[in-house]
């Protein structure tokens, strides 16, 4: 069975830190993973996906999240972060079979001026 | 290229009634996906269809749920009788004809049972 785990339910940055989402998963396979977020009122958009090529994936509005194995981890992160990034973020793992997505908790970023 | 629509947007409706709720796909696209986030829960998968067939209904909650996928056009979503438990946001996703394929989302719709 697969699954991912968001170890935050909230998190709050001020703007222009850094900003890290954090995401274990678990997977029988080679797993493929996703990033997507919610904005308010809106709805939801991918971010960025790892299918097995390169393990650090850049992602959309600066994301970036970098595939550890032996961590089994997801971990989205970006450099500096925006009043704009404000926002809820799910860490996703598609089944290999049939396509459904198995999303996390969902995490929700504040961002402080 | 119009993304994933879906309609309505809001719907409040009394305990027992029914409701329909609307998903357009992106056009071309095979997969089409339903999800539900009930409150304070994560995204579940409800059902997956491939063109006009059910490929997995394995997350349809019970038999008051019923969806459809007309002409492998666009799907609809009813529930009859509506209990209290079927407030959530409910969402569509589709994709083109890998289930590896990306899943582009619709906005949802909010559905409230009173």
């Known amino acids: 069975a697969q699954s991912v785990t968001q170890l935050d339910s909230h998190v709050s940055v001020s703007e222009g830190t850094p900003v890290l989402l954090r995401c274990n998963y678990s997977s029988s396979y080679s797993p493929s993973l996703f990033w997507y977020v919610q904005h308010p009122n809106k709805g939801l958009q991918l971010l960025l996906k790892?299918?097995?090529?390169?393990?650090l994936v850049k992602g959309i509005n600066g994301f970036e999240a970098e595939f550890k194995k032996s961590e089994t981890s997801f971990h989205l992160t970006k450099p500096s972060a925006h009043m704009s990034d404000a926002a809820e973020y799910f860490c996703?793992?598609?089944?290999?079979?049939?396509?459904?997505?198995?999303f996390g908790q969902g995490t929700t970023l504040q961002v402080k001026p | 290229e119009a993304g994933v629509t879906q309609f309505p947007s809001h719907s409040v409706i009394e305990k027992g009634q029914t409701v329909t709720l609307r998903c357009d796909p992106i056009?071309?696209?095979?997969?089409l996906y339903w999800y539900r986030r009930v409150m304070g829960k994560e995204i579940k998968f409800l059902l997956h269809f491939v063109k006009e067939s059910k490929q997995d209904e394995s997350g349809m909650p019970n038999n008051r749920f019923l969806a459809e996928r007309t002409g492998g056009t666009y799907s609809t979503l009813k529930v009859q009788p509506a209990e209290l438990e079927d407030s959530g946001v409910y969402f569509c996703a589709s994709s083109q004809r890998r289930v590896i394929d990306t899943q582009y989302f619709g906005p949802g719709t909010r559905l409230t049972v009173l």
């Open positions: 790892y299918t097995s090529a390169a393990t």
């Open positions: 056009s071309g696209h095979d997969n």
């Open positions: 996703v793992v598609s089944d290999p079979n049939t396509g459904k997505l198995i």
